[in-house]
């Protein structure tokens, strides 16, 4: 890829693997994907190191962070048990130091909500909610066509709102969240298959066995019970459902069981862009800083 054209960088670290997108002429012509190390700021330095040998002419990053990413660009983990332990990490400092050109950041539901709007299955809705169920959970409201409100990263982070008294522990130091019970780590960690080894044969190859059966329907009648918690609270009425566990055919047919048993009327859609939808909402962001400081 050595050349003269200039190249937007969209960078999405997600819990356990990252995707590095690179844009030109608004086309995403090529990924690169690997796994997330286990302590957050370590991957930013794998990551400037391949977009340095990669000798390539970027004009612009933007980074997709799972965890906390505020106003000032600092970084910190919500969940210490997928990110490591640590705090205020300067991220979008630290990039621009390296590469000196416009570095920006916001949170990966935020920019999985801004994909699936401009190129996915939120194109022809004026408001909806974005909800990731992959090894956590989390959401972020588009309101009116924009990111409700697009200065805090966590607004609509599901995951952690508590949908039992009490409940089960949760990785970030609460009980009973959302992400303890319906997340793709909590139905390994209640899975008991000895041949099962993580959530994606659980939900394929051992979709019939009647453990397993148990625990989907629990965790998806948490999902569909937070669904309507939304819907009553700000009366939105699309739900638009990304992330690996999410988008299982067999896992998200039980979330429309669940909520067909309920009196609300709430329409779901399955993401579009599947584990794009960052990458494309990057470089949304991207363009709507650049053109806005113009
Ligand atoms: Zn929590």
Not at 40 to 53: A, H, K, V, W
Not at 116 to 140: A, D, Q, R, V, W
Not at 187 to 210: A, G, V
């Amino acid at each position: 890829m050595i050349n003269k054209k200039k190249y937007i960088v969209a960078v999405d670290i997600g819990g356990t693997k990252i995707n590095i997108g690179y844009f030109n002429n608004s086309k995403l012509i090529k990924v690169n994907r690997l796994p997330t190390k286990k302590y957050g700021p370590d991957n930013i330095d794998t990551i400037s190191q391949i977009l340095i040998n990669s000798k390539i002419n970027i004009s612009a990053i933007c980074l997709s962070l799972t965890g906390l990413i505020n106003n000032e660009g600092l970084w910190n983990p919500i969940n210490k048990v997928t990110l490591g332990d640590f705090k205020n990490f300067p991220v979008i400092k630290t990039l621009k130091n390296i590469f000196q050109i416009p570095v920006y950041a916001l949170g990966d539901t935020q920019a999985a909500a801004l994909g699936e709007m401009y190129y996915g299955s939120g194109k022809n809705l004026e408001s909806f909610f974005y909800l990731t169920i992959s090894t956590g959970i989390g959401g972020s409201i588009i309101h009116k066509k924009n990111l409700f409100d697009g200065k805090v990263s966590d607004i609509g982070s599901i995951g952690h709102s508590v949908i039992k008294y009490n409940g089960r522990l949760c990785g970030c130091g609460k009980r009973g969240c959302l992400e303890a019970y319906s997340s793709g780590n909590a139905l390994i960690k209640k899975n008991k298959i000895k041949k099962c080894q993580n959530t994606k044969d659980l939900l394929t190859k051992f979709k019939n066995n009647l453990q397993t059966k148990k625990i989907v329907n629990e965790a998806a009648s948490m999902i569909a019970q937070s669904i309507i918690n939304v819907n009553v609270l700000i009366r939105i009425n699309y739900f638009i459902i990304g992330g690996s566990v999410g988008l299982n055919s067999y896992f998200y047919l039980t979330i429309l069981e669940k909520l067909k048993q309920t009196q609300f009327t709430v329409k779901i859609k399955k993401a579009k862009l599947r584990s794009k939808a960052e990458l494309y909402g990057c470089f949304v962001y991207i363009n709507k800083k650049l053109f806005l400081q113009k």
